[in-house]
């Protein structure tokens, strides 16, 4: 019971801890462990076969080995993740590349404003190509500290902070960019097209 006492002298209101109020978009919670949200079970890799391939509407189609990925230069981000269920989990440390990098590889065209992003367990999310280029967005493969896990995304997944967690690809194997904006496995079943938790865009037409 010790734990619990413990629990709610730190955390105040929706489990947020005090004087991070600002930092819970509006209708989430705080939660300290990170679950697990997969739409399907967790798809094996073989990093001797995995590719991350960058294609569309760019002036270099590209497909980098895990080789290749690993000769990139990381950084690390921490940054607070908020799933559409309600869930924030605060201060997540990432470490990958940061996404401007890995599209100025494939140089998208000027007319490809939105991008489609594959994964390898048959997932899909769109998101606008300027929010893929915010500093805090990364392609990664270390989640606090440690290599990322299989159930988080493993070996590597987007991290989109100014989004809903469901932007954040997990087992991600491509970038489409596309001219037009198209809805993802979520999108398509009615979620919002661009998610911002600060302006609470859960699903279409709702806000
Ligand atoms: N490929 C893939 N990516 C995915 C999902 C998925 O089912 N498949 N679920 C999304 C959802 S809804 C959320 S909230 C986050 C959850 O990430 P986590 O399982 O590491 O907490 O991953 C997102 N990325
Ligand atoms: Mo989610």
Redesign the pocket.
Known sequence: MEVFRQVAAAFGRRGIPKGMEERVPPGQYVTPK???????TTPGIDLATWRLRLFGEVERETELTWAEWESLARIEVTAD?H???QWSRLNVGWEGVPASRVLDLAQPTASARFAMLH???G?T?NIDVEALRSPDVLFAHRMDGAPLEG???GPL?LVVPSR???K????VSGVEFMTDDRPGF?EELGYHMRGDPWREERFRGWR
């Open positions: 990170m679950p697990v949200m997969s739409m399907g993740f799933c559409v269920t994964c390898y367990d997932y999310a159930q988080h995304g997944r809903y967690g469901w954040s690809a997990k087992w979520w």
